[in-house]
């Protein structure tokens, strides 16, 4: 049988932190890094998953019939996919795919949900499934969920599967409505890498999460998307409180910054993320050294409208807002002086709202 390739894109999240798994509102784009999967099937029963970038030894050998394990490495992501399939009675047969991805690891640009869907989608061509781009985004997240064991919420996948170039996707996680609403072309994404990976990243993501779900509890609503600041002010405990503060009031930066966008207020946008920011700093306490210092830096510049943190957090990367004219020299700039201070290569990363998932 021929080949069958397809792109997911990484994606960043522009605001709406967290808010994902509690029911809430997010805004992310779609970016032009991503990885790439060109897939065959195999007549013996057999699956073999390679990476470009790891070495031919972490390259993933077994036989479908067998069964498999976590292995606790990047083929997990696929084999989470393969797994996911199996549960809901999809038939497969034996296969190979070949990865190749331009999305650094660790940086929190979500190159597990575009290994994921990017696995998806060739198996579902090549095995005759026939998904909604929501379906497919579920079942992603259950390979994560079920499989991986991280308890992420639907936003990566969404963001790698319904990109649209110059837009930014707004999703709604309770009703799962998703609109792509169109973001001022005079601006870039610029993404700053700090070169600290999230490596503990699973373990206090849960945390988070089941701190969030706590506090939820605490007020007797369903989902922290139920309440409001000023319930979640009630709280007696301070981490909870603190922990769902973050949650209503991201929910309420998202709902504030699309209106902003409708009215072409980016200024308006961009103090929303950097609020996002020190809310991620001083309320969910997943921010990290090196990431407040290089949102100070990137602040500091004259042409910068705001700055956050973006995605989970602990490490990683984050994105600046900025007029894509002035995004290379930003960069540079800020690169320069986060060296000098932290002795950190950071790798700057000048993105577009980019379209989602392709054959
Ligand atoms: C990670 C998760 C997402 C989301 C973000 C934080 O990227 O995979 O589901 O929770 O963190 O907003």
Same mark, same amino acid.
């Given at each position: 049988?021929?080949?069958?390739?397809?792109?997911?894109?990484?994606?960043?999240?522009?605001?709406?932190?967290?808010?994902?798994?509690?029911?809430?509102?997010?805004?992310?784009?779609?970016?032009?890094?991503?990885?790439?999967?060109?897939?065959?099937?195999?007549?013996?029963?057999?699956?073999?998953?390679?990476?470009?970038?790891?070495?031919?030894?972490?390259?993933?050998?077994?036989?479908?019939?067998?069964?498999?394990?976590?292995?606790?490495?990047?083929?997990?992501?696929?084999?989470?996919?393969?797994?996911?399939?199996?549960?809901?009675?999809?038939?497969?047969?034996?296969?190979?795919?070949?990865?190749?991805?331009?999305?650094?690891?660790?940086?929190?640009?979500?190159?597990?949900?575009?290994?994921?869907?990017?696995?998806?989608?060739?198996?579902?061509?090549?095995?005759?499934?026939?998904?909604?781009?929501?379906?497919?985004?579920?079942?992603?997240?259950?390979?994560?969920?079920?499989?991986?064991?991280?308890?992420?919420?639907?936003?990566?996948?969404?963001?790698?599967?319904?990109?649209?170039?110059?837009?930014?996707?707004? %999703?709604?996680?309770? $009703?799962? #409505?998703?609109? @792509?609403?169109? /973001?001022?072309?005079?601006?870039?994404? !610029?993404? =700053?890498?700090?070169?600290?990976?999230?490596?503990?990243?699973?373990?206090?993501?849960?945390?988070?999460?089941?701190?969030?779900?706590?506090?939820?509890?605490?007020?007797?609503?369903?989902?922290?998307?139920?309440?409001?600041?000023?319930?979640?002010?009630?709280?007696?405990?301070?981490?909870?409180?603190?922990?769902?503060?973050?949650?209503?009031?991201?929910?309420?930066?998202?709902?504030?910054?699309?209106?902003?966008?409708?009215?072409?207020?980016?200024?308006?946008?961009?103090? %929303?993320?950097?609020? $996002?920011? #020190?809310?991620? @700093?001083?309320? /969910?306490?997943?921010?990290?050294?090196? !990431?407040? =210092?290089?949102?100070?830096?990137?602040?500091?510049?004259?042409?910068?409208?705001?700055?956050?943190?973006?995605?989970?957090?602990?490490?990683?990367?984050?994105?600046?807002?900025?007029?894509?004219?002035?995004?290379?020299?930003?960069?540079?700039?800020?690169?320069?002086?986060?060296?000098?201070?932290?002795?950190?290569?950071?790798?700057?990363?000048?993105?577009?709202?980019?379209?989602?998932?392709?054959?």
């Amino acid at each position: 049988m021929s080949q069958i390739s397809a792109f997911a894109p990484g994606r960043v999240e522009l605001l709406g932190n967290h808010t994902d798994y509690n029911e809430g509102l997010v805004l992310s784009a779609a970016i032009q890094l991503g990885v790439t999967a060109v897939g065959r099937r195999l007549s013996s029963g057999k699956i073999g998953l390679m990476s470009r970038q790891m070495s031919a030894s972490a390259a993933w050998h077994g036989v479908l019939d067998e069964g498999f394990n976590r292995q606790n490495q990047w083929s997990d992501y696929p084999l989470g996919v393969v797994w996911a399939l199996q549960q809901i009675g999809c038939r497969l047969g034996g296969f190979e795919v070949h990865f190749d991805s331009t999305l650094p690891v660790g940086a929190g640009l979500s190159s597990s949900a575009a290994l994921e869907v990017a696995t998806a989608m060739v198996l579902s061509r090549l095995f005759h499934f026939n998904f909604e781009l929501m379906e497919l985004a579920k079942l992603c997240r259950k390979a994560e969920n079920e499989f991986v064991g991280v308890q992420c919420g639907l936003l990566d996948q969404v963001s790698s599967l319904f990109g649209k170039e110059g837009h930014v996707v707004f %999703l709604d996680c309770r $009703s799962e #409505r998703v609109e @792509q609403i169109p /973001f001022p072309q005079e601006m870039a994404l !610029l993404v =700053i890498h700090s070169g600290v990976s999230h490596t503990l990243s699973g373990s206090e993501y849960n945390e988070r999460r089941t701190a969030c779900f706590e506090a939820a509890r605490l007020l007797g609503v369903s989902a922290l998307r139920d309440a409001t600041s000023q319930q979640v002010l009630q709280i007696a405990d301070s981490t909870f409180r603190k922990r769902a503060l973050h949650i209503t009031d991201e929910n309420a930066r998202v709902v504030q910054a699309v209106a902003a966008l409708r009215e072409g207020d980016v200024r308006e946008f961009g103090s %929303l993320m950097t609020a $996002s920011h #020190r809310s991620s @700093q001083k309320n /969910f306490e997943n921010s990290a050294p090196e !990431l407040d =210092i290089l949102v100070e830096l990137a602040l500091e510049q004259n042409d910068v409208y705001g700055a956050r943190l973006t995605g989970g957090g602990f490490g990683g990367a984050i994105i600046v807002l900025v007029p894509k004219q002035k995004a290379q020299h930003v960069a540079a700039q800020i690169v320069e002086a986060y060296g000098r201070r932290t002795g950190h290569i950071a790798k700057p990363i000048v993105c577009e709202c980019g379209e989602g998932a392709l054959f």
